[in-house]
């Protein structure tokens, strides 16, 4: 039995040892928003927060953080409150089919709380301040996920201005 504390809540996962947390987090807690692209670290669809940073969570066991606060999508925001990074993707319409999108606005917390700690936790979307982040660099620092419908310019956009 592994212990998991998703979105604040703790769970008893009764998995295999070697079940990778995506596969956790999907099939046994059914939090589903986390998606699996290409289950070998490539794509970024199943981005979750492992105590405030990034990962891809289909490279690392569940078995692994039992100790570790994870925040994934649904943690984020709900339909009634989303979170600004939610509002920010909706807005500046930065999808197109919708299946990155999940792991794009996950992994975007986390890089702008690898600015502001506020960013990182689920709470918060602190706004306060402005980071002065160019599109390449918000490009460069989003690179670990991929849309293969090419919303780019839209995502950037978001991210930049959720960022203001
Ligand atoms: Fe994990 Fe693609 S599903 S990086």
Redesign the pocket.
């Known amino acids: 039995m592994t212990t998991l504390t998703v979105n604040g809540k703790r769970h008893e996962v009764d998995a295999d040892i070697r079940t990778s947390l ?1 596969d956790a987090l999907r099939e046994h807690l059914a939090l589903t928003g986390t ?13 979750v927060l492992v105590n405030g940073r990034r990962i ?4 690392t066991l569940a078995v692994m953080h039992e100790n570790d606060e994870i925040t994934t999508i649904e943690g984020l925001g709900q339909p009634e409150n989303l979170h600004p990074m939610q509002e920010s993707f909706l807005h500046e319409d930065g999808y197109q089919c919708g299946y990155c999108t999940p792991g794009q606005i996950v992994s975007a917390v986390g890089m702008l709380g690898e600015f502001k700690d506020g960013w990182a936790s689920h709470a918060s979307g602190d706004l306060e301040g402005k980071l002065d982040l160019s599109d390449a660099e918000i490009s460069e620092r989003m690179s670990g996920n991929i849309c293969r419908c090419s919303a780019y310019p839209n995502i950037v956009n978001a991210i930049r201005k959720a960022s203001e």
């Open positions: 995506l998606k699996k692209g290409c289950d070998h670290g490539q794509c970024g669809a199943c981005t891809n969570s289909c490279l």
